[in-house]
């Protein structure tokens, strides 16, 4: 042992060295140095999640998005259907309507042309009737009386068929 | 990037005064060493040029005592090395960042290295608990070996009260410290064994489960199992009785292959020097800062390991 040099106050002082060496270094290397390592393996790792998190939620807002886009789409063909509809519908009822008044017109014109007709008729019913008694009374250079006259041409007139029609 | 010219990033005339200038340090190297002396005789050149041939010894030389406790020159460059490291990684973490720095980079590599060797032996919970010790180990005898490695170590000679004596020697060369790291080892293995695993710790050395529940079978008429049994249960106490020897081979082994190692790499460098002054020691130099590394590593992943097996639950269990 001692050809070797093993003293024991040498080995507790290696032993002390050792010990004050560990402590030191615990102190201002290893608490230290793996409290960082820890921090940023954290700080590493929180900030993959949040790009994940980001990329998950862009990826759902984009698939939003295309949806929205894809509604509104839906919702504008539909808008246009309804209004070609209703646009179809308002012109067939104007149509409808022109048609109806036209025709009411027309119905109304044709009333009021046979009455005017009626009318005409009518005078020259009693134009005729005075020529008539002119002309009678001219022949026979007599006048009858005018009531009795007048109920004898009504008479034949409404027996004539030709006048009597409409 | 252009073609530089002349030999090795130099012009011409440098490159060819450097090479003889190395030539010309060789050759006084060659003749000045032992080499020299032994071929041509002594040729008359001036006795600084020589250095003495090595005599190692190996207890480390008293430097001083402090009443009556001997202070020896390895004591000295102990602290050196503790001071040293100390130093490196005070300043080192005194301002740490999140994005570190290059010192804090050299820092962090080394103690992550270190941490990831722990984590990936002796997983994530006992390798950060194995870590200050490991680390410790480590550092402190790769320190202590490139230390030694510094001119001025070994070759300042100072007079104490036992004659002349060298005022520094590597840490590693000196017994007492292998050995204190030896049983540093020894004690961290066998407490976390037993703090692990507790009483059971210890049937790894004295095995008789198997002996007597042989001997119960054998009582109760099963002779053919019995007898076999204990036959291997005599094998069991035999292997619990190696275990316990080669437990205690390891502070002798681990001392002595640092020891070893360290004392040859000194006396291989000084007798280098001693062959030929100049030049041909340096890629010796080189092969003791490999062999300071490798017997650190080994140092510390041994124990680190060690500790590992003595944690884990002996197979005799099953």
Sequence with gaps: MEGLGIHLSSLIAQLFNFGLLLLLLYMFAYKPVIKMLDQRAAKIKESVDQTEEIKKQHELAEKETARLIAEAGKEGKKIIEQATLIGEETKQKAKQDAKTEAEKLLAKAKLEIERERDEAIGELRSAFADLTMIAAGKVIDRSLDKEQHRQLIDKMLNESKVLNKN | MAKKKGCMGCSLPIAIVVVLAVLGISVVSLLGGAFGNTLFGDLGLPEWL?????????????????????????????????????AFFYFGTKNMKLIPGRYQMIIESIIGYILGLCVDIAGDKYGRKFFAIVTTIFLFVIANAWISLIPGIGSIIVHTADGEAELFRGVNTDINFPLALALVSFVFVEYWGIKTLGIKYFTKFVNTHKLTSSIGKLFKGNVKAGLAGIFYGIIDIFIGFIELLSELMRVISFTFRLFGNMTGGEILLLMMLFLAPFLLAIPFYGLELLVGFIQALVFSSLTLVFANIAISPTHSEE
């Excluded at chain 2, 005599?55 to 480390?60: F, G, I, M, N, Q």
């Excluded at chain 2, 005592?65 to 602290?79: L, V």
């Design chain 2, 50 to 86: 020589s250095v003495p041939a090595p005599h190692p010894e190996l207890p480390a030389a008293t430097i001083f005592h402090i009443g009556s406790i001997p202070f020896t020159n390895t004591m000295i460059t102990a602290w050196i090395t503790i001071f040293v490291l100390v």
